[in-house]
């Protein structure tokens, strides 16, 4: 369902994803993991559309986003990392918007919205403004949404970020029945370990822009001889805490001075 192949991408100078190559295979459950800056979510961006690869080839479910770019947009939902709803509108009135921006039929969207909004318990408060829902209510929406036009991939860049254990575990329970019921398939990112050791079935590390390990979450940590995912996801990728707001400001500059030289 995804394939990437000597993915690059640069920003003046500065090569913020570094020739990877992996697939994700119909149905999966895939987690991209990194520390911070490592390159994940450009990859996320390429991989969907919002960035261009500098060199390399994407494909979406065999289709190239570079040279169809509307066709491979109508096949994947995302959940991004900072909220994307519309909090003037409600819960209900933000799933009939996406349904209608996916031409999702009017006879479909409606059994659709109602069947998806039960099953994130949100039916009940489909009325309110989402201004007022709590921040786990506003994730359960959105990731509600993005199955809302039955896509065949779905992203999740930190969906459950600032969650608290309860919902976390819920949210995941939905994700993980829809993969089985619809098939979908699912590329997430997360740096809650113990969250990607339950729910993904492979997953790939990144750091400094390139992939560093890939397998189960058992060969990974077999091959640090670590009995946790985070050890062995500290092993391969350093103790030194990252300091992601330093590291982004410079990508800033960098970015900038690129693009004053054009």
Do not use: C
């Not at 490592?38 to 986003?65: F, Q, V, Y």
Request: neutral net charge; hydrophobic residues 35%; aromatic residues 8%.
């Amino acid at each position: 369902m995804i394939k990437a192949t000597n993915l690059i991408k640069k920003f003046g100078d500065f090569t913020a994803v570094d020739n990877i190559s992996f697939n994700v295979e119909k149905a999966e459950i895939f987690g991209f993991l990194g520390p911070n800056g490592a390159g994940k979510s450009t990859t996320i961006k390429m991989l969907t559309t919002l960035l261009h690869p500098t060199s390399g080839e994407i494909e979406i479910d065999g289709i190239n986003p570079r040279h169809h770019q509307n066709k491979v947009r109508a096949s994947f939902g995302i959940v991004f990392q900072d909220p994307s709803l519309d909090d003037e509108l409600t819960a209900y009135e933000n799933m009939q918007f996406h349904a209608v921006l996916y031409k999702v039929p009017k006879n479909v969207r409606i059994n659709r919205i109602e069947e998806l909004l039960k099953y994130v318990e949100l039916w009940e408060k489909k009325n309110e403004l989402v201004k007022n829902y709590s921040g786990g209510m506003k994730r359960r929406l959105e990731i509600a949404r993005g199955f809302l036009h039955h896509p065949k991939i779905i992203f999740l860049d930190e969906p459950t970020l600032g969650l608290d254990p309860q919902t976390r575990n819920y949210m995941w329970s939905y994700v993980q029945n829809l993969n089985k019921q619809e098939q979908t398939t699912i590329f997430f990112t997360t740096h809650y370990m113990e969250e990607a050791d339950k729910n993904a079935s492979r997953i790939a590390i990144i750091d400094h822009g390139k992939i560093i390990a890939s397998g189960t979450p058992a060969q990974l940590k077999e091959q640090t001889n670590k009995e946790s995912l985070e050890d062995a996801f500290l092993e391969l990728t350093g103790h030194a805490i990252r300091e992601e707001e330093a590291s982004g400001l410079d990508k800033m500059r960098r970015m900038r001075n690129a693009f004053r030289r054009k």
